[in-house]
């Protein structure tokens, strides 16, 4: 659904720099969903490579794909997607341990109080099996099975997903589609940057060839480097290394070495960071999430190389990255999306998610006659710093609550000082199994769930009520839950077999 220009009112020129995903993703979404209010224009170069890594999503990227009207099968046919039903966690809280933090939750509220507590209540009593025995979507992704969640009230709704696909792929896919709804695309570098003398507002992008790309608003996606950001705005970046030590990827395509392809991603920890698994049609992604204050970049290829399932398709790629974001997204009429506004490590897939919201939070606050009010600024600078640091503090959890203490990596992790909302958040849930309410952002209640309980951190006080109840009768009443997720698992069909059955998904090279 588009916004209408209002009479007498010329569209915003909107200068996106930088292709790739943030880039097209931008560009596709205010071409789509305002076509009267902008007109768009992409620059980027054939010469200035792609991060393209980022394999996997979280379930926002389909109200995306579907708000802006693209065909989900045409999309996963494209970028050789597969189905992703949540993340398998191995050795994070300690080793031999593992868990899954599904897209999905874990049994039902009863009478205003979380599924939790109940279970909580039976694991007191020593009459609790597993919490991801009471989640569909656990279920169904140990099983490697899938299918679409029901659209109704059932226990088969009680479940999204995301999907997994190849980066390399999705930004040329997001490329044509932007092309094909009016975004106009100019090959060049960007040379120099002219500002207003007055408000120091950018007037326009020098190419190499002279061309001057002029506009009214600008989004820098152009990645690390920041160009417009950055470089040429000073905008402060904030470092979170201290939090987050991770700084760089080994990165490494394999072949699959079984016919079956997981519908979840995988991480495993290592001794200085984790590695990712990630199915796709085609081949397996496979990388080393690591921090150089503790393993050398040639001890983490060799790591990656020796851990990796299947036959390497091509030798460790390093990426090198600082956790952290802008100080401010959007700085005089420039926007920053993806990589030129933050980053976060990929540990839980929030990057795609990150560049969706910045756009999603652009186009609800956009300046339809070109002037930028001041007041909409400062609400995207708001809106995007709550984001990046309630993800920020969910990664830190996955790592502070450990008892590993195997290597110097851990042992840093694990006795940090964490931020203060963190460290409010590990208090509610050690004092009362509470997690924080909140209406907007990322990561609910089942999230945060699945993390404590699944590195072990239970609390110390949890609800009363399911205690005033018959102990038995509840353990009944879950076992009743349990049978019924194995009975909705037990009839949905193999993953693999769901995507060959759904041919139009299935890319001609898989």
Excluded at 65 to 83: P, Q, S
Excluded at 156 to 171: H, I, K, P, R
Excluded at 386 to 401: C, G, K, P, T
Aim: glycine share 10%; aromatic share 10%; net charge negative.
């Amino acid at each position: 659904m588009s916004e209408k220009m209002p009479a007498g009112r010329r569209k915003v020129r909107v200068v996106v720099l930088g292709g790739g995903t943030a880039g097209w993703m931008t560009a596709a979404g205010i071409a789509r969903l305002l076509p009267d209010l902008a007109d768009v224009a992409l620059v980027e170069s054939e010469d200035i490579g792609i991060v393209g890594v980022g394999e996997a999503t979280l379930p926002h990227i389909r109200g995306f794909v579907e708000t802006l009207g693209i065909d989900e099968a045409a999309f996963m046919k494209a970028t050789h997607a597969t189905y992703k039903l949540g993340i398998d966690f191995r050795d994070f809280g300690r080793i031999g341990e593992s868990y899954i933090h599904p897209f999905g939750s874990f049994g039902e509220e009863l009478r205003g109080v979380g599924f939790h507590h109940y279970w909580l209540e039976l694991q007191r009593q020593g009459l609790a099996r597993p919490l991801g025995d009471y989640s569909l979507a656990v279920a169904a992704a140990q099983a490697n099975r899938f299918r679409p969640p029901a659209q109704d009230t059932s226990l088969a709704s009680t479940y999204g997903y995301a999907y997994q696909f190849d980066a390399t792929l999705f930004g040329p896919f997001m490329r044509e589609f932007g092309l094909s709804i009016g975004v106009e695309r100019h090959e060049g570098k960007v040379t120099s940057v002219d500002r207003d003398s007055a408000d120091g507002d950018v007037t326009a992008l020098v190419l190499e060839d002279g061309r001057r790309m002029e506009g009214d608003l600008f989004v820098d996606c152009s990645g690390f480097r920041s160009l417009l950001l950055g470089q040429e705005l000073k905008e402060d970046w904030e470092d979170w290394t201290h939090w987050l030590p991770c700084d760089r990827a080994a990165a490494m395509p394999c072949s699959h070495v079984t016919d079956d392809i997981r519908p979840y991603t995988t991480a495993t920890a290592m001794p200085a960071g984790w590695r990712w698994q990630i199915p796709l049609q085609h081949r397996m992604g496979n990388g080393y999430v690591f921090s150089s204050a503790h393993i050398s970049e040639e001890d983490a290829c060799e790591a990656i190389v020796g851990a990796a399932e299947g036959k390497p398709l091509a030798d460790p790629r390093i990426l090198r990255f600082r956790p952290g974001r802008r100080r401010n997204s959007w700085s005089h009429n420039v926007i920053g999306v993806g990589l030129a506004s933050g980053f976060l490590e990929p540990l839980e897939s929030t990057s795609i998610y990150l560049a969706q919201m910045a756009i999603t939070y652009l186009i609800e606050l956009f300046p339809q006659d070109g002037a930028i009010d001041p007041r909409d600024r400062a609400e995207f600078n708001r809106l995007v710093d709550m984001e990046y640091d309630r993800v920020r503090d969910f990664l830190i959890l996955h790592y502070h609550a450990t008892t590993r203490d195997d290597s110097e990596f851990w042992n840093h992790v694990r006795t940090m000082t964490v931020p203060d909302s963190l460290a409010d958040k590990l208090e509610l849930w050690r004092k009362a199994a509470r997690i924080e309410k909140y209406s907007d952002g990322l990561f609910y209640d089942a999230s945060w769930i699945a993390v404590y309980v699944g590195q072990g951190m239970l609390p110390e006080r949890h609800d009363t009520r399911p205690a005033l109840g018959n102990p038995q009768q509840l353990a009944q009443a879950t076992e009743r839950l349990r049978e019924a997720v194995l009975r909705e698992v037990g009839a949905m069909p193999n993953h693999r077999e769901y995507l060959r059955g759904e041919a139009a998904r299935i890319a001609d090279a898989a």
